[in-house]
């Protein structure tokens, strides 16, 4: 007795009817052709996230109040710093002074009052060339600012030297707006950098050793 071995059965065809070869019945593309027998997928849509905008060389002015009052007064130099780098990039066919040089000045006596004025003076003439309030006067920013600052050296209170910060917040007011009009994608940084957050907790912890060693004294 004998098998037959049964092969598999072709599967069904249709001819194309583009060029009418032979076709599986459900091919979506005939293979000789190349011509699609349904109408092509689409291609997957996908959602990619926006990109990231690049943070504004403007300042929030809690964060500047922040770290003026936990650096004991002293970021307020970096502060003047800042300033002049980003202004001498924004232009850089007149770059002026270096401004780690200007930067040194403000610890020389009496010249510190002219290079706080110049900065003023030079924040508060961008603002105008461009159309926008400066909502400050410079001379009377530099004479409130200098006073704080002797009246602090003076009588070695550590609170008067943080109050010179509230002469500058105008100024950085009006540096916000024309940072925002200079980079109209960028966005003002809400967001403390590490290195700020290490300043201020430094700050802190400063100021909690310096009340215990006071209350310490008072004890005695």
């Given at each position: ?108 006596p009496f010249v510190n009052i002219a ?76 967001r403390l950098s590490p290195s700020e ?24």
């Amino acid at each position: 007795m004998t098998v037959e071995s049964s092969s598999p059965a072709s599967p069904p065809t249709i001819p194309c009817p583009n060029c009418g070869q032979a076709i599986l019945e459900k091919a979506l593309q005939c293979s000789h052709c190349r011509k699609w027998l349904v109408e092509a997928p689409a291609p997957e849509l996908r959602s990619f996230p926006a990109a990231p905008t690049a943070p504004s060389r403007g300042q929030p002015l809690h964060h500047l109040l922040l770290l003026t009052v936990f650096s004991w007064g002293l970021y307020e130099i970096y502060w003047f710093y800042r300033n002049w780098r980003d202004l001498a990039a924004d232009t850089p066919e007149n770059p002026g002074p270096p401004p780690g040089l200007l930067t040194f000045g403000l610890l020389v006596p009496f010249v510190n009052i002219a290079l706080v004025y110049r900065q003023l003076v030079g924040i508060h003439s961008r603002l105008a060339a461009h159309g926008l309030p400066a909502g400050y006067s410079p001379w009377m920013t530099t004479c409130i600012y200098i006073s704080l600052g002797l009246a602090a050296n003076v009588t070695a209170l550590w609170s008067l030297s943080c109050l010179m910060v509230l002469p500058l917040l105008p100024v950085q007011e009006a540096l916000n707006r024309y940072w925002c009009q200079r980079e109209p994608s960028s966005t003002l940084r809400e967001r403390l950098s590490p290195s700020e957050l290490v300043l201020i907790a430094c700050g802190a912890a400063a100021m909690v050793a310096v009340a215990a060693a006071g209350l310490l004294g008072v004890e005695k």
